[in-house]
Protein backbone atom coordinates (compact mmCIF):
# COMPACT_ATOMS: atom_id res chain seq x y z
CA UNK A 1 0.00 0.00 0.00
CA UNK A 2 1.00 3.22 0.10
CA UNK A 3 3.84 4.05 2.56
CA UNK A 4 6.01 7.63 3.35
CA UNK A 5 9.34 6.96 4.85
CA UNK A 6 11.20 9.48 7.19
CA UNK A 7 14.97 9.97 8.19
CA UNK A 8 16.02 10.34 10.68
CA UNK A 9 13.65 9.82 13.44
CA UNK A 10 15.65 12.06 15.52
CA UNK A 11 18.43 14.79 14.63
CA UNK A 12 20.59 16.88 17.03
CA UNK A 13 22.16 20.21 15.45
CA UNK A 14 23.96 23.12 17.25
CA UNK A 15 22.31 26.42 16.60
CA UNK A 16 23.12 27.76 13.57
CA UNK A 17 23.66 24.61 11.83
CA UNK A 18 21.96 23.75 9.14
CA UNK A 19 19.20 20.17 9.23
CA UNK A 20 17.89 18.41 6.68
CA UNK A 21 15.17 15.87 6.59
CA UNK A 22 14.19 13.29 4.15
CA UNK A 23 11.27 10.95 2.94
CA UNK A 24 10.54 8.53 0.46
CA UNK A 25 7.13 7.90 -1.15
CA UNK A 26 5.96 5.27 -2.49
CA UNK A 27 2.66 6.25 -4.38
CA UNK A 28 3.83 7.46 -8.10
CA UNK A 29 0.13 9.36 -8.17
CA UNK A 30 1.46 11.67 -5.45
CA UNK A 31 1.57 15.04 -6.50
CA UNK A 32 1.56 17.29 -3.27
CA UNK A 33 4.22 17.17 -0.73
CA UNK A 34 3.67 19.30 2.78
CA UNK A 35 5.42 19.46 5.46
CA UNK A 36 4.39 19.88 9.40
CA UNK A 37 5.73 21.10 12.24
CA UNK A 38 4.31 20.20 15.23
CA UNK A 39 4.96 21.24 18.78
CA UNK A 40 4.66 19.24 22.03
CA UNK A 41 0.20 18.60 22.67
CA UNK A 42 -0.24 21.01 19.86
CA UNK A 43 -1.67 21.08 15.60
CA UNK A 44 0.49 20.08 13.44
CA UNK A 45 1.39 23.77 11.38
CA UNK A 46 2.18 24.06 7.63
CA UNK A 47 5.68 25.13 7.34
CA UNK A 48 6.25 24.91 3.47
CA UNK A 49 4.83 22.62 0.56
CA UNK A 50 5.36 21.69 -2.96
CA UNK A 51 3.60 20.71 -5.93
CA UNK A 52 5.16 18.00 -8.56
CA UNK A 53 5.36 20.07 -11.19
CA UNK A 54 7.83 22.02 -9.03
CA UNK A 55 11.63 20.43 -8.04
CA UNK A 56 12.44 23.19 -5.45
CA UNK A 57 10.66 25.89 -3.08
CA UNK A 58 11.97 28.48 -0.29
CA UNK A 59 11.02 30.55 1.91
CA UNK A 60 13.50 32.59 4.21
CA UNK A 61 15.75 29.51 6.04
CA UNK A 62 13.34 26.79 4.79
CA UNK A 63 13.73 24.79 1.60
CA UNK A 64 12.27 21.48 0.46
CA UNK A 65 13.01 20.12 -2.89
CA UNK A 66 11.68 17.13 -4.89
CA UNK A 67 13.10 14.41 -7.25
CA UNK A 68 10.07 12.97 -8.33
CA UNK A 69 12.30 9.83 -10.71
CA UNK A 70 13.36 8.81 -7.21
CA UNK A 71 10.22 9.61 -5.38
CA UNK A 72 12.70 11.60 -2.26
CA UNK A 73 11.67 15.08 -1.10
CA UNK A 74 13.68 16.76 1.59
CA UNK A 75 13.39 19.23 4.01
CA UNK A 76 16.07 22.07 4.65
CA UNK A 77 16.46 24.39 7.70
CA UNK A 78 19.32 26.76 7.93
CA UNK A 79 20.70 28.60 10.06
CA UNK A 80 18.11 26.81 13.04
CA UNK A 81 17.56 28.52 15.74
CA UNK A 82 16.07 26.76 19.11
CA UNK A 83 12.72 27.59 18.51
CA UNK A 84 13.11 25.48 15.36
CA UNK A 85 12.81 22.69 17.96
CA UNK A 86 10.15 20.33 17.36
CA UNK A 87 8.64 17.33 15.41
CA UNK A 88 8.48 17.77 11.66
CA UNK A 89 6.10 15.55 9.43
CA UNK A 90 6.18 15.17 6.02
CA UNK A 91 3.41 14.05 3.99
CA UNK A 92 2.29 12.82 0.53
CA UNK A 93 -1.08 13.10 -1.06
CA UNK A 94 -2.10 10.51 -3.31
CA UNK A 95 -5.99 10.58 -4.75
CA UNK A 96 -7.31 11.82 -2.06
CA UNK A 97 -5.23 11.67 1.09
CA UNK A 98 -2.17 12.34 2.97
CA UNK A 99 -0.15 9.55 3.94
CA UNK A 100 2.16 11.16 6.28
CA UNK A 101 5.52 9.89 7.42
CA UNK A 102 6.76 8.80 10.97
CA UNK A 103 8.59 12.03 12.00
CA UNK A 104 11.91 13.47 12.98
CA UNK A 105 12.25 15.20 16.02
CA UNK A 106 14.74 17.80 16.19
CA UNK A 107 16.58 19.48 18.80
CA UNK A 108 18.59 22.36 18.15
CA UNK A 109 21.37 23.06 20.77
CA UNK A 110 21.70 26.49 22.08
CA UNK B 1 -8.32 32.06 7.68
CA UNK B 2 -8.05 28.80 7.26
CA UNK B 3 -9.20 28.03 11.10
CA UNK B 4 -10.04 24.74 12.47
CA UNK B 5 -11.33 24.37 15.92
CA UNK B 6 -11.89 21.28 17.96
CA UNK B 7 -14.32 20.69 20.92
CA UNK B 8 -13.44 19.83 23.79
CA UNK B 9 -9.56 20.12 23.79
CA UNK B 10 -9.12 17.59 26.64
CA UNK B 11 -12.17 14.93 28.08
CA UNK B 12 -11.57 11.96 30.76
CA UNK B 13 -14.22 9.53 30.75
CA UNK B 14 -15.03 6.33 32.21
CA UNK B 15 -14.79 3.06 30.47
CA UNK B 16 -18.02 1.85 28.16
CA UNK B 17 -18.98 5.85 27.78
CA UNK B 18 -19.17 7.44 24.20
CA UNK B 19 -17.30 11.01 23.66
CA UNK B 20 -18.18 13.15 21.14
CA UNK B 21 -15.62 15.27 19.20
CA UNK B 22 -16.54 18.10 16.89
CA UNK B 23 -14.81 19.95 13.99
CA UNK B 24 -15.35 23.04 12.99
CA UNK B 25 -13.90 25.28 10.20
CA UNK B 26 -14.34 28.70 11.22
CA UNK B 27 -13.89 30.69 8.84
CA UNK B 28 -14.59 28.28 5.25
CA UNK B 29 -16.43 25.48 4.05
CA UNK B 30 -15.24 22.07 4.11
CA UNK B 31 -16.70 19.10 1.92
CA UNK B 32 -14.17 17.18 3.44
CA UNK B 33 -12.85 16.57 6.85
CA UNK B 34 -10.03 14.20 8.03
CA UNK B 35 -9.93 12.32 11.23
CA UNK B 36 -6.73 11.15 12.85
CA UNK B 37 -5.65 9.86 15.30
CA UNK B 38 -1.81 10.20 17.07
CA UNK B 39 -0.40 8.00 20.00
CA UNK B 40 2.78 9.34 21.56
CA UNK B 41 5.84 10.15 19.75
CA UNK B 42 4.12 8.89 16.45
CA UNK B 43 2.81 9.63 13.28
CA UNK B 44 -0.94 10.80 12.21
CA UNK B 45 -2.61 7.86 11.63
CA UNK B 46 -5.64 8.70 8.79
CA UNK B 47 -9.11 6.83 10.86
CA UNK B 48 -11.74 8.40 8.09
CA UNK B 49 -12.42 10.62 5.68
CA UNK B 50 -15.64 12.90 6.08
CA UNK B 51 -17.69 13.53 3.35
CA UNK B 52 -20.27 16.26 3.84
CA UNK B 53 -24.01 14.87 3.24
CA UNK B 54 -23.36 11.12 2.69
CA UNK B 55 -21.05 8.60 4.59
CA UNK B 56 -17.43 8.46 5.53
CA UNK B 57 -14.43 6.41 3.87
CA UNK B 58 -13.12 5.06 6.68
CA UNK B 59 -8.96 3.21 6.35
CA UNK B 60 -8.97 -0.27 6.80
CA UNK B 61 -8.76 -1.72 10.19
CA UNK B 62 -11.01 1.08 11.86
CA UNK B 63 -14.40 -0.01 13.25
CA UNK B 64 -16.86 2.30 11.70
CA UNK B 65 -19.44 0.92 14.28
CA UNK B 66 -17.08 2.13 17.08
CA UNK B 67 -15.93 5.81 15.49
CA UNK B 68 -19.04 7.47 14.47
CA UNK B 69 -18.57 10.20 11.99
CA UNK B 70 -21.29 12.61 11.05
CA UNK B 71 -20.60 15.47 8.43
CA UNK B 72 -23.75 17.07 9.18
CA UNK B 73 -23.26 20.83 7.20
CA UNK B 74 -20.31 22.25 5.40
CA UNK B 75 -18.78 23.66 8.65
CA UNK B 76 -18.67 20.70 11.13
CA UNK B 77 -17.94 17.02 11.49
CA UNK B 78 -18.01 15.03 14.66
CA UNK B 79 -16.31 12.11 15.42
CA UNK B 80 -17.92 9.97 18.17
CA UNK B 81 -15.92 7.09 20.36
CA UNK B 82 -18.75 4.94 21.00
CA UNK B 83 -17.83 2.39 24.37
CA UNK B 84 -14.85 3.81 25.24
CA UNK B 85 -11.94 1.70 26.17
CA UNK B 86 -8.60 2.42 27.40
CA UNK B 87 -6.72 1.70 24.25
CA UNK B 88 -9.07 4.23 22.49
CA UNK B 89 -7.03 7.18 24.64
CA UNK B 90 -5.51 8.99 22.08
CA UNK B 91 -4.62 12.24 20.68
CA UNK B 92 -7.49 13.14 17.81
CA UNK B 93 -6.52 16.01 15.22
CA UNK B 94 -9.42 17.06 12.83
CA UNK B 95 -8.52 18.70 9.34
CA UNK B 96 -10.21 20.10 6.46
CA UNK B 97 -9.72 21.28 2.80
CA UNK B 98 -11.27 24.87 1.63
CA UNK B 99 -14.12 23.81 -0.38
CA UNK B 100 -13.10 26.65 -2.99
CA UNK B 101 -9.47 26.25 -2.51
CA UNK B 102 -9.26 24.67 -5.98
CA UNK B 103 -5.77 23.22 -7.27
CA UNK B 104 -4.96 23.85 -3.33
CA UNK B 105 -4.46 21.35 -1.67
CA UNK B 106 -3.46 22.64 1.94
CA UNK B 107 -5.34 20.87 4.67
CA UNK B 108 -5.44 22.91 7.98
CA UNK B 109 -5.50 20.88 11.65
CA UNK B 110 -7.60 21.56 14.39
CA UNK B 111 -5.94 21.89 17.76
CA UNK B 112 -6.74 18.40 18.50
CA UNK B 113 -8.48 16.76 21.47
CA UNK B 114 -6.74 14.59 23.73
CA UNK B 115 -9.13 11.66 25.29
CA UNK B 116 -8.35 9.71 28.30
CA UNK B 117 -10.19 6.27 29.21
CA UNK B 118 -10.11 5.49 32.84
Known amino acids: GENVEQHPSTLSVQEGDSAVIKCTYS??????FPWYKQELGKRPQLIID?????GEKKDQRIAVTLNKTAKHFSLHITETQPEDSAVYFC?????????FGTGTRLKVLA | GAVVSQHPSRVICKSGTSVKIECRSL??????MFWYRQFPKQSLMLMAT?????????EQGVEKDKFLINHASLTLSTLTVTSAHPEDSSFYIC??????????????FGPGTRLLVL
Open chain 1, 50 to 54: IRSNV
Open chain 2, 95 to 108: SARDRLAGLIETQY
Open chain 2, 27 to 32: DFQATT
Open chain 1, 27 to 32: DSASNY
Open chain 2, 50 to 58: SNEGSKATY
Open chain 1, 91 to 99: AAKGTYKYI
